[in-house]
């Protein structure tokens, strides 16, 4: 949010923060993707439910190649250097200048188009990027063993949080232990998510426009993986614990923790049952910063005595769609459910003192999980599709 305004306290309160990433240095990973127990095609043990020892491989996707800023250039230049080629060949009468010039021009030419050609390539390790499970902890492997980052350690409770865009071609795996939070991307097209279509309802959807879906490591480089190895990563991470798709552990800028399990919210010192009935309800608020207007998404949430309103900044009301003109109609029920779990009425905004500010892609979760919590009789339906 940045710093407060002269005379204005922070409308948040407080800023979810997260302990830093430990990072070490560490050899290569190893050059195959399975277990040195279990080979491709072969059938899993009795025991897969238990964590192997052995190492396994994730590989990260190489990033998609774009071109670089002068490769049209260079394809202009080109065309004249061809051109000038022709026009010397047409009308030298020099025999040594019609005999070298050309050859020079057409060489220049090639050159500068087969540099823009290198510059369209991958990098020749990118592939060599990826995650390690290592033993209990999940690593992020960098280039050539560059170095590494541990993102989560499987002996203690974690918590898998899976985001999708309203058209689920890209999900966003949100990772949280008390190693801290990062993310771990996949793209899929028609086919994978015909083929994947159970993992992506699975996830709560948000804006296109978040900067969470782009699933920047901790070294600077997005995280992305195929469907079938993210998949094969969840399937992993679920076997060593369970409920973890259920779950998200993250600690708040005043020691207190903000916790979404199976069955409990926590947040600002403060426990929700979330199988006991409880009231909720989303809502939008604006406040002055200085000389500028912040607005802000909450959700208010009340069990007996204790009261909490989570607060962020609110996002897009509408999530981006595919281009104009673009209707909701194709989109799953459990995406149409999610959209209307962001809207929220406008209200004044809600006392400082119980306030818990929020990552804003945690927003959309804690709603479908407070959403799927009974209900006093005397407050209104919950959000359906």
């Known amino acids: 949010m940045g710093r407060e305004a002269k005379g204005q306290k922070d409308p948040l309160g407080s800023v979810a923060t997260l302990p830093p990433i430990e990072a070490r240095a560490h050899e290569p990973p190893p050059a195959t993707g399975w277990p040195a127990a279990q080979r491709p095609g072969e059938p899993a043990s009795d025991d897969a439910v238990m964590p192997s020892p052995e190492t ?20 202009l230049w080109s065309i004249p250097l061809l051109v000038a080629a022709l026009v010397v060949l047409a009308t030298a009468r020099s025999v040594m200048v019609r005999a070298l010039l050309p050859v020079a021009l057409v060489a220049a030419a090639v050159a500068l188009l087969a540099r823009g050609r290198r510059h369209l390539l991958p990098a020749a390790q990118a592939s060599r ?9 999940l690593l992020l492997r960098g280039k050539g063993g560059a170095g590494e980052h541990v993102l989560l350690t499987t002996r203690e409770r974690f918590g898998v949080t899976l985001l999708a865009t309203p058209r689920r071609d890209r999900i966003v795996a949100l990772l949280s232990s008390s190693a801290g939070m990062s993310c771990v991307g996949a793209s899929f097209d028609g086919p994978a998510r015909r083929t994947f279509a159970a993992l992506l309802d699975r996830a709560s959807v948000v804006g296109s426009d978040e900067v969470g879906l782009e699933a920047i490591g901790p070294d600077g480089e997005p995280i992305s993986l195929s469907p079938p190895v993210l998949a094969a990563l969840l399937e992993e991470l679920t076997l060593r614990s369970p409920g973890c798709l259920d779950r998200f552990l993250l600690t708040d800028a005043r020691g207190a923790t903000l916790v979404l399990d199976s069955g ?26 200085g000389q500028a207007i912040a607005v802000y998404q909450g959700t208010w949430v009340r069990q007996g005595t204790s009261e909490i309103f989570l607060v962020c900044l609110l ?30 009425i406008p209200e004044s905004p809600p006392p400082s003192d119980q306030r818990v500010a929020i990552d804003r892609l945690l927003m959309v979760p804690i709603r479908s999980a407070l959403d799927k919590a009974p209900r006093p009789a005397a407050q209104a339906p919950r959000a359906r599709a």
Do not use: I, N, Y
């Not at 491989?57 to 394809?75: E, L, V």
């Not at 990027?129 to 902890?137: E, M, P, T």
């Not at 409990?264 to 910063?289: I, S």
């Open 264 to 289: 409990e919210l926590r947040a600002g010192g403060r426990v929700f049952d979330l199988t006991a009935p409880l009231e909720w309800r989303a809502f939008v608020f604006q406040e002055a910063l």
């Open 315 to 344: 996002p897009a009301m509408t999530p981006a769609l595919d281009g104009p003109g673009k209707s909701l109609g194709p989109l799953d029920r459990g995406a149409l459910r999610d959209l209307r779990l962001m809207q929220g």
């Open 129 to 137: 990027r990826g995650l390690s499970l290592d033993g209990d902890q």
């Open 56 to 75: 396994q491989w994730f590989d990260a996707t190489a990033p998609d190649p774009a071109p670089s800023r002068g490769a049209g250039a260079r394809r």
